[in-house]
């Protein structure tokens, strides 16, 4: 048996309220996998960078590092390649986009010349924009 307390209308009163906690709840997990995540997504190989006043420009979505080591050793992103295969690995990476821009990052024992060799190797593979990457060196005032 079903008791009815109000008599004046037979009508369910209609809400427009919007439930916001399944919103709430998903961008709490989505900044969770972002925080994550993001620590993750930055290249750390051990490199002794020099430092350059030289103002910051802004950096491609995916950009290419090529990596000189103290000892020589050279390393496209995180994977280790020898001076023979980094043609090779540069086209895998580059989708043999020669336009693409080679972030050069040498460690500061590296000397010039074996820079140059390097450099020369890239105008070798075809890849003729290379850029130099340095630690921001901030000016005491």
Partial sequence: ????LRHHGDDFAETHEINVTPFID???????????????ATVD???DLPSSTVERQPRPDKPIFLTVKADLSLAVGD?????????????????GNKNERIFL???R???YGDIMQLMNAL???????????????????
């Fill in 1 to 4: 048996m079903a008791i009815r």
């Fill in 26 to 40: 998903v961008i709490l997990v989505l900044l969770i996998i972002f925080m994550i995540a993001a620590p993750l």
């Fill in 45 to 47: 190989l051990p490199v």
């Fill in 79 to 95: 994977a280790a390649v020898s001076r023979d295969a980094l043609a090779a690995a540069l086209d895998a990476v580059s989708h």
């Fill in 105 to 107: 990052r040498a460690d």
């Fill in 109 to 111: 024992a590296v000397s």
């Fill in 123 to 141: 105008r070798a593979a075809g890849y003729l924009k290379v850029a130099l990457v340095g630690l921001e060196q901030r000016e005491a005032k």
